[in-house]
């Protein structure tokens, strides 16, 4: 064992014996499970959690509100990757401040009661660099993910690190972890004594609740399931819409994903469910969320729902964000982590939003289907409609999944279900498009009242003051009935909508077309009252429910609630406005407020209070000139420059010539890297030949004596033998008459690392592929070249050592505020690196969250790439006519009042003009009770 995995391996133990800090006794509760569901303390728990990268968004104020719209969408809990590399520049060094504070992020998980299933790897592969593993674990002898010596120290120290912190934030100690993910789709090469050691070292660092794992793609579904390295609830990603964005009418190319139950003592576990996709084809996340829309999840979550009988779900991505600095993993993304999610890469609410809310609403405010059994399914007349049913054991209650036979049926099929309910045996009428699914529900005490059936979809219900709110909702335009039982025959009133009513038999049955918002009014019979509301999809996802300490409330109007209070008679909210209009609140309340506001409010005849809210005020932005400029002449400066001349390497991919050029080697490991070898010129040389590694959509640039020879694309090694003995293969022609016998010579190599590799195959071939020169041959020299490098160095605390690269401007500091220097721009772009800059100041209304956005408008392709800095964090790369991205989120918290703008221009030819015009744009404005301002 080299000496720095046994350094690592005693900074590790001694960092896992960190003691946690137990709770009080009150605060502590046991999570258990069976073969159902979670539970904590005995009460089952429906475990519906959306995917979230606190790593992708570098401001912590932010972090709140993305949960908040998490909650707010029915969430009951969030899954959380912790990114290893994200937290260490260097073997011992670790950082848990700032931007990477995972205390507190878990701190507010647990102020707003989400549950977090914690992953911390160590491999996390989230189309991030290098897989969540740090770079300079690539010089690490020994397999990855493996039991390795090397890497089983290397990680041993990680954890010991996280693991405490973890384990002071289980629902166990008073927080909210309720789950314990060891490894990441672990598959491929796989390493039971591995397994068994990750799941030791979390039990010794005192984590106690249940441990889970994500078996995906390739491997055996059994994996992790039974036997040695066995986890006690194993999960299944599945991403049937594939990753076609390009083709977003695609529909279940992976087949019907529906999750399998992988043991019998163990809830079924949806661990990650598509929500999203990468973009692979370059189409634009806009095609992804098309592709993953709402008639997907319709179809896909709901037959997953009643098909497999899951209670434990992981919606990958829920809220994608950014892969800023340089996060990003080569291979498939870009600057974007959007996902085509349901949340925005700029934080706003999507339609794909409505539909999770539609969906959690019903999956956290029906509780019996939290333990459910398969049950025989009522008949269709028509076999081109296929129902599937699960049943309470101990309620009877139903859930009736009903959708077209064929996963992506073609027109609307309208049929009748012969249904044998917990109440009886009734022909039920339905409709059904072709990408539609309904979750029908029978035989279910919908608070103090019976619900016999019912062709509409239960959105949620609650008990306000002694009343049953109810809102049910179908696609509009669609004809639907509900049934209810009463001892005698009620007083119906319909007060909106037109609703027909009839009592038989203890049944009173209602008939309508889904269509704006009907409300019926039903009092007597032997039951409390009750408000039921029938809607469309559209009507529904107008709702907002929230628990008070008086119970819950709704709340129809507003683009988002992040939460409510009840103080005295006056219901105080904080909530989001997209637009000016009507707000409704079903509360026991006589007054309400909305971000401290008092709004003045009527009582309507539904017992409501209505009111109305303000329209945003206008955003002003201001344009973006005064442009300075500044040139970094190739190798520009004599200090931070070290010797190249290491002769061995732990990568399996070995250098074309000597020494190993690998940056890695080096300590630089992300970014820009420049490179300066010297020899003694013959006269003779020809050609310069280049061999450089920068992983997709890389270049390198290559000067001699100054004198500009050209670029090349760098090289993508394959995943495995045979290595590419030639990979990102340049010829360089020297120029007549620029090299003399006997004179020195300077050859300069600009080289750009995209990013690294995953290790998604546990395949050092993968993941240890280098980055930077793999060898240099002047044709015409024998002489010996001696090489320097200078690269990036983990300098910044604030924004942490995966912003910059190793420019010589950020080196020296040039894309931070305050630095001098700077002159009118040339009009021209010269093959390089050039920096400009600017400064804008932001007036935006107060209590609002605006979020803002930079755009690129040059359409020409020119042959450069921009880093965009904003004050000194680099918020993405800009590929002039290179895929889809043209906008770029500058979150709140990065951007100020007063703002600098930098950007390094690195062009592969000349070019005329400047880079083209960019500018400031809206993403999103709202009025906001939310601390989210800037």
């Keep these: 064992m080299r000496?720095?995995?046994?350094?690592?391996?005693?900074?590790?133990?001694?960092?896992?014996?960190?003691?946690?800090?137990?709770?009080?006794?009150?605060?502590?509760?046991?999570?258990?499970?069976?073969?159902?569901?979670?539970?904590?303390?005995?009460?089952?728990?429906?475990?519906?959690?959306?995917?979230?990268?606190?790593?992708?968004?570098?401001?912590?104020?932010?972090?709140?509100?993305?949960?908040?719209?998490?909650?707010?969408?029915?969430?009951?809990?969030?899954?959380?990757?912790?990114?290893?590399?994200?937290?260490?520049?260097?073997?011992g060094v670790y950082d848990f401040t700032g931007v990477r504070d995972v205390d507190r992020l878990l701190r507010m998980a647990d102020e707003l009661g989400l549950y977090v299933v914690a992953r911390p790897g160590p491999y996390i592969n989230a189309e991030t660099s290098g897989g969540g593993f740090p770079a300079w674990l690539k010089t690490v002898e020994g397999r990855a993910r493996s039991s390795d010596p090397g890497y089983t120290a290397a990680y041993t120290e990680w954890l010991g690190h996280l693991n405490p912190i973890i384990a002071r934030h289980q629902v166990s100690r008073g927080g909210s972890v309720i789950a314990y993910n060891v490894e990441n789709e672990y598959a491929v090469n796989v390493d039971p004594?591995?397994?068994?050691?990750?799941?030791?070292?979390?039990?010794?660092?005192?984590?106690?609740?249940?441990?889970?794992?994500?078996?995906?793609?390739?491997?055996?579904l059994a994996n992790w399931s039974s036997g040695r390295g066995a986890v006690q609830i194993p999960g299944v990603d599945d991403y049937p819409q594939s990753f076609q964005c390009h083709n977003p009418d695609a529909w279940g190319p992976w087949g019907d994903g529906v999750t399998r139950r992988l043991r019998d003592d163990a809830p079924v576990y949806a661990a990650e469910y598509q929500a999203g996709a990468i973009d692979l084809n370059d189409a634009g996340y806009d095609r992804c969320r098309e592709l993953t829309g709402p008639s997907y999840m319709k179809v896909f979550y709901k037959n997953n729902a009643i098909s497999s009988g899951a209670t434990m779900y992981g919606y990958y991505m829920t809220f994608g964000g950014t892969s800023w600095g340089w996060l990003p993993q080569p291979n498939d993304v870009y600057t974007s982590y959007d996902y085509g999610s349901a949340i925005t890469e700029s934080r706003q609410l999507t339609a794909k939003y409505d539909e999770f809310k539609r969906q959690g609403y019903f999956m956290t405010s029906v509780a019996p289907l939290t333990k459910t059994d398969e049950a025989t399914a009522p008949v269709p007349a028509d076999p081109a409609v296929l129902a599937r049913t699960r049943a309470n054991p101990d309620t009877g209650t139903q859930f009736t999944l009903v959708r077209q036979a064929e996963l992506a049926g073609a027109a609307d099929v309208s049929t009748t279900l012969d249904w044998s309910t917990p109440d009886g045996r009734y022909q039920?009428?339905?409709?059904?498009?072709?990408?539609?699914?309904?979750?029908?529900?029978?035989?279910?005490?919908?608070?103090?009242?019976?619900?016999?059936?019912?062709?509409?979809?239960?959105?949620?219900?609650?008990?306000?003051?002694?009343?049953?709110?109810?809102?049910?909702?179908?696609?509009?335009?669609?004809?639907?009935?509900?049934?209810l039982r009463y001892d005698s025959a009620p007083t119906?009133?319909?007060?909106?909508?037109?609703?027909?009513?009839?009592?038989?038999?203890?049944?009173?049955?209602?008939?309508?077309?889904?269509?704006?918002?009907?409300?019926?009014?039903?009092?007597?019979?032997?039951?409390?009252?009750?408000?039921?509301?029938?809607?469309?999809?559209?009507?529904?996802?107008?709702?907002?429910?929230?628990?008070?300490?008086?119970?819950?409330?709704?709340?129809?109007?507003?683009?988002?609630?992040?939460?409510?209070?009840?103080?005295?008679?006056?219901?105080?909210?904080?909530?989001?406005?997209?637009r000016g209009g009507e707000i409704e609140v079903f509360a026991p309340a006589r007054h309400l407020s909305v971000g401290g506001r008092p709004v003045p409010v009527r009582r309507t005849s539904?017992?409501?209070?209505?009111?109305?809210?303000?329209?945003?005020?206008?955003?002003?932005?201001?344009?973006?000139?005064?442009?300075?400029?500044?040139?970094?002449?190739?190798?520009?400066?004599?200090?931070?420059?070290?010797?190249?001349?290491?002769?061995?390497?732990?990568?399996?991919?070995?250098?074309?010539?000597?020494?190993?050029?690998?940056?890695?080697?080096?300590?630089?490991?992300?970014?820009?890297?420049?490179?300066?070898?010297?020899?003694?010129?013959?006269?003779?040389?020809?050609?310069?030949?280049?061999?450089?590694?920068?992983?997709?959509?890389?270049?390198?640039?290559?000067?001699?004596?100054?004198?500009?020879?050209?670029?090349?694309?760098?090289?993508?090694?394959?995943?495995?033998e045979p290595v590419n003995p030639d990979p990102g293969r340049g010829d360089f022609a020297v120029p007549e008459g620029l090299l003399v016998d006997g004179q020195p010579a300077t050859l300069t190599v600009l080289v750009g690392n995209m990013g690294h590799n995953d290790?998604?195959?546990?395949?050092?071939?993968?993941?240890?592929?280098?980055?930077?020169l793999f060898g240099v041959v002047v044709e015409g020299?024998?002489?010996?070249?001696?090489?320097?490098?200078?690269?990036?160095?983990?300098?910044?605390?604030?924004?942490?050592?995966?912003?910059?690269?190793?420019?010589?401007?950020?080196?020296?500091?040039?894309?931070?505020?305050?630095?001098?220097?700077?002159?009118?721009?040339?009009?021209?772009?010269?093959?390089?690196?050039?920096?400009?800059?600017?400064?804008?100041?932001?007036?935006l209304p107060r209590g609002h969250d605006v979020s803002l956005g930079l755009r690129f408008e040059d359409t020409t392709a020119r042959g450069y790439r921009v880093l965009?800095?904003?004050?000194?964090?680099?918020?993405?790369?800009?590929?002039?006519?290179?895929?889809?991205?043209?906008?770029?989120?500058?979150?709140?918290g990065v951007l100020r009042d007063h703002n600098t703008l930098t950007f390094a221009v690195i062009a592969t030819e000349a070019a005329q003009g400047d880079p083209g015009k960019v500018s400031l744009v809206t993403l999103g404005n709202h009025r906001t009770g939310a601390a989210a301002g800037r």
């Design 3 to 91: 000496l720095l995995a046994v350094v690592l391996v005693l900074l590790g133990s001694l960092a896992a014996t960190t003691p946690v800090v137990a709770a009080p006794a009150d605060e502590r509760h046991v999570v258990s499970y069976d073969r159902y569901s979670l539970t904590v303390d005995g009460e089952r728990v429906m475990l519906w959690s959306g995917e979230f990268h606190y790593f992708r968004l570098p401001s912590p104020e932010l972090w709140r509100d993305v949960l908040e719209k998490i909650r707010a969408a029915g969430f009951t809990g969030v899954s959380l990757y912790f990114h290893w590399g994200y937290h260490s520049p260097s073997p």
């Design 193 to 220: 004594a591995y397994m068994e050691n990750l799941q030791r070292l979390a039990r010794d660092a005192g984590i106690d609740v249940p441990i889970v794992h994500n078996n995906c793609c390739g491997g055996s």
């Design 428 to 483: 039920v009428p339905v409709r059904v498009n072709g990408r539609d699914a309904k979750i029908l529900v029978a035989g279910y005490d919908l608070g103090g009242q019976r619900l016999v059936w019912s062709s509409s979809e239960i959105l949620t219900h609650v008990d306000v003051s002694g009343r049953d709110v109810a809102v049910l909702y179908g696609r509009a335009g669609e004809q639907g009935s509900t049934v």
């Design 492 to 578: 119906v009133k319909v007060l909106d909508g037109e609703v027909r009513a009839s009592f038989a038999s203890g049944d009173l049955r209602l008939d309508y077309t889904h269509t704006g918002l009907s409300r019926v009014l039903v009092t007597g019979g032997g039951r409390q009252p009750m408000l039921l509301m029938l809607g469309t999809d559209e009507t529904a996802a107008r709702f907002w429910r929230q628990d008070t300490a008086a119970g819950p409330v709704l709340v129809r109007g507003t683009s988002l609630v992040r939460s409510a209070e009840l103080k005295g008679d006056r219901l105080a909210l904080r909530a989001d406005t997209d």
């Design 606 to 720: 539904s017992g409501s209070l209505l009111g109305s809210l303000p329209a945003p005020e206008q955003v002003r932005l201001p344009e973006l000139t005064d442009w300075r400029y500044r040139p970094e002449a190739p190798g520009q400066g004599e200090s931070g420059w070290t010797t190249a001349d290491k002769t061995t390497t732990a990568s399996p991919i070995k250098p074309k010539t000597l020494p190993v050029l690998y940056a890695d080697e080096y300590g630089h490991h992300n970014g820009h890297v420049w490179y300066r070898g010297r020899f003694t010129a013959t006269g003779a040389e020809k050609t310069v030949t280049v061999n450089a590694i920068t992983g997709r959509r890389g270049t390198y640039q290559v000067w001699l004596n100054g004198r500009y020879l050209g670029s090349a694309a760098g090289g993508v090694q394959a995943d495995s």
């Design 759 to 772: 290790d998604w195959t546990a395949d050092d071939v993968r993941h240890k592929q280098p980055r930077g």
């Design 781 to 843: 020299s024998t002489a010996p070249i001696s090489w320097q490098i200078r690269g990036s160095r983990p300098t910044d605390g604030e924004r942490g050592p995966m912003n910059t690269g190793g420019l010589y401007g950020e080196r020296a500091g040039w894309h931070l505020p305050g630095s001098g220097g700077w002159q009118r721009p040339p009009g021209t772009l010269t093959p390089g690196v050039s920096w400009y800059r600017t400064t804008f100041a932001l007036d």
């Design 868 to 892: 965009v800095f904003v004050n000194g964090w680099n918020m993405g790369q800009y590929l002039n006519g290179i895929g889809p991205q043209r906008d770029f989120v500058l979150p709140n």
